[in-house]
């Protein structure tokens, strides 16, 4: 059964806090409860599906339906691939919302890693580690040498230069000045990129995502209750999901789960990536953009580096305007999940309602695409392609 | 930076990695082998990732292999951690060690060299062959 028109987003909010001191953090997925309702024009009481990830507190979503007071819920799912997680959400609403078994669904990120450092808050001890872990904690692997493995392999495979994976920040700082929330809002340039500080070679800070707290909600809904509202609609026309990995050994860092994810959105939606006027690409870092692009087929692979150069993803300048919020590396990248975001963005350029700086002329057709876990080596991937009433 | 010696941290060892882990102590490295499909595979499990067969058993490596990718994190200790893909096939996550790290390349020799952890084990890092 495919998902296409069955379902809506109806409904979004992104919190406007950077860093939630004084906010915990059940308050701040209950307060993007609120606001993404107040932005549907819908109640609590309408709510009878509730989707939630890892950074919700307690357990697969039955503390957060508690402690917000839902009682009609009559679907739950806590799927979690980190920050691809939204993404996977929102399909599997839009799934359950075809075959009948919810009409609003409420997704829910929130995340205080900023507060939690400055207030030295005890994180939440996990459970059992990854399988994986005993062959790979004693190497130190961090998030950036993880991801910084991947470009260094790209570039080796590939001819792509530190200078081209720079244009990815460049053009999401383009962006970032005008949205007024964004933690970072300073324009950079090329060298502003490749003369900050190496963290873990080849990744600069500048090729990093910022830190920061707060998050986002989306509500799925039928489209007989999308009628009923006000809000312009936007469609979910396709969406697809995928879990790369190591292969057993059979390493290969040089490509991402959108490889797989990509076309069973594009499928479904029945459009190709010539449709896309917009585009959300998970930002953790440079290299994770680049990566996604070839593989959601934007360009051919191994060619990302010269795809990306010279502005191409500057809304109002490039073919495929990007991350228009200012994405993870200049805006926000809540509980240090990306996905969240991404579709917010998407919707937003759907529903006319960017910034008028980077608002996409005739915005029919949109792509939001999350990544979560270590890029190449264990991650999920999570394609949706939004489309408006008309397509 | 040349000449870092990196901090051991000792790996956390279950039933299934025991076998793995204490075989270090002696100065081996193995990998999993599988005696169904053939494959060699990283890291060692009781069911063969690519056949999912239980005939499966841990196969001695000779410790050489060539560097995958790596990056060198920066800091007040820099440190450089590399995929090694082994001469008998499986790419393993690892640390370069001992040697200059802004001379490293990709496609470059390497061989193993054991770190003790003082648990009872050593963990295997790489150095310039």
Not at chain 1, 323 to 333: I, K, P, Q, S, W
Not at chain 1, 334 to 344: A, E, Y
């Amino acid at each position: 059964m495919s998902i296409k028109g069955k379902a809506y987003i109806a409904g979004i909010y992104e919190h406007p806090t950077r860093v939630a001191l004084g906010k915990t953090l059940p308050q701040l997925h209950a307060e993007l409860a609120k606001g993404v309702l107040a932005d549907a024009g819908l109640s609590k009481n309408d709510v009878d599906a509730y989707y939630c990830a890892g950074d919700a507190p307690g357990m697969g979503g039955i503390d957060m339906i508690e402690y917000m007071g839902l009682k009609n819920i009559r679907q739950i799912d806590s799927t979690e691939t980190g920050g691809s997680s939204y993404v996977l959400h929102v399909n599997h609403a839009a799934q359950a919302i075809a075959a009948g078994h919810c009409k609003v669904a409420l997704v829910t990120l929130a995340g205080r890693p900023s507060a939690d450092q400055k207030e030295q808050v005890q994180m939440r001890g996990g459970g059992e580690s990854p399988p994986a872990s005993g062959f790979e904690a004693p190497f130190r692997p961090s998030i950036v040498n993880m991801y910084a493995m991947c470009a260094r392999r790209h570039m080796y495979e590939f001819g792509t230069t530190s200078e081209q994976l720079a244009w990815i920040k460049v053009a999401a700082s383009h962006h970032a000045q005008y949205n007024e929330h964004a933690l970072r809002r300073e324009v950079v340039t090329v060298e502003d990129v490749i003369n900050s500080p190496l963290i873990a070679s080849p990744l600069h800070r500048y090729d990093c995502c910022v830190i920061t707290d707060g998050g986002g909600a989306v509500l799925v809904v039928a489209p007989e209750i999308m009628k009923q509202l006000k809000r312009p609609a936007v469609k979910i026309l396709g969406a697809g999901e995928a879990s790369k990995h190591l292969m057993g050994g059979k390493v290969d860092l040089t490509f991402s789960g959108a490889r797989w994810s990509g076309p069973k959105a594009f499928e479904e939606a029945g459009v190709t990536q010539k449709d896309i006027k917009y585009a959300s690409i998970y930002d953790s870092f440079t290299i994770t953009v680049l990566e996604t692009l070839e593989d959601l087929g934007f360009c051919e692979v191994g060619k990302g580096g010269k795809f990306v150069s010279d502005g191409n993803l500057i809304s109002g300048v490039g073919k495929l305007p990007f991350n228009t919020d200012g994405g993870g590396l200049c805006n926000n990248h809540p509980g240090n999940r990306g996905g969240m975001t991404k579709i917010l963005e998407a919707v937003r350029q759907i529903r006319g309602e960017a910034h008028p700086k980077v608002q996409v002329p005739n915005c029919d057709i949109a792509l939001a695409h999350g990544t979560g876990g270590l890029l190449g080596s264990r991650m999920g991937s999570g394609t949706v392609i939004l489309g408006n009433q008309d397509s | 930076m040349s000449e870092t010696k990196p901090k051991v941290r000792a790996p956390r060892v279950n039933h299934e990695t025991k076998a793995f882990w204490d075989a270090t102590a002696k100065g081996q490295l193995h990998v999993g082998k599988c005696d169904d499909c053939g494959e060699h595979y990283y890291y060692p499990r009781p069911l063969c990732p690519f056949c999912f067969s239980d005939k499966t058993r841990l196969a001695l490596c000779t410790g050489k292999g060539t560097i995958y990718t790596f990056s060198v994190n920066e800091g007040r200790e820099p440190y450089t951690i590399a995929y090694v893909t082994l001469d008998e096939g499986p790419t393993i996550l690892t640390n370069i060690v001992e040697c200059d790290f802004s001379k490293l390349a990709i496609g470059q020799k390497v061989k193993v060299v054991f770190y003790d952890t003082g648990a009872g084990n050593a963990v295997p890092m790489f150095t310039v062959a």
